[in-house]
């Protein structure tokens, strides 16, 4: 008999479910699995979360195109991204006109020349305005003063979530206090790299709660062209 990926490697897409021989037939249907696996709804109950509860009884496969998606753009999403980027979206939209970066990027101190760098880069490359603290923070200034400022003046942030991260949350260091702060609103987009979100549940549940991009199911440049779309206005 099939065995079900789901404790090891989570449902939290339509690729990943796709991937389980137990469970690929009947996902999206309600048979228990919601769109955050075996987490508790009651976790959170933002609009991403409840754009994605309300919709647990419908089919989570397929692709398509967000209203967002510049014309001609070959990039496509799957049902799940549609619906926990769009309440993204909509707070990139409301804060359009404002001088603002487009992304905060939270990331580990460890991961700062690596994955956080390679994330930046192609970001950069895209046209996106990152606040990056490796360029951001400059001699002399006070790093939470310029963190503060980072956040404040970022349309969203994005987290990348690698073992890293995971070993230096639990000491509440500065990544611990840039996502208290991005967890607050509908602005926090998990980017998780070389690890799985059932690893993150155990860690931090709230951030586990917020659906985002996989690098276990697509490169980091298909990544960042979906959060180069994400921002464009």
Sequence with gaps: MARCT???????????????????????????????????????SGPARTAIAASSSTRTGGSGKPKWSRSGSSVVYTDL???SLTPIRESVEARATQDLRDVF?????????????????????????????????????????????????????IVLVTPALLRRLPSEGIADKELSALL???????????TTYETLRNVSPLLAARSGLST????MAQVAEKLAELVSV
């Design 216 to 219: 276990a199911e697509e490169t």
């Design 184 to 194: 607050a609103g509908e602005r926090l987009v998990p980017i998780v790299h070389q």
């Design 105 to 157: 990027l939270c990331h580990a101190w460890d991961d700062r020349s690596g994955a956080a760098k390679e994330l930046h880069d192609l970001l950069e490359g895209k046209g996106v305005k990152v606040w990056f603290s490796e360029k951001a923070v400059g001699l002399g200034v006070p790093l939470m003063r310029a963190i503060d400022k980072g956040l404040a003046n970022s349309r969203i942030g």
């Design 81 to 83: 991204q549609i619906r």
């Design 6 to 44: 789901a404790p090891r490697e989570g449902h939290r897409s339509a690729a990943a479910a796709a991937k389980c021989p137990a469970c690929r037939g009947r996902y999206g249907r309600s048979s228990g699995y919601g769109s955050y696996g075996h987490y508790p709804s009651t976790a959170y």
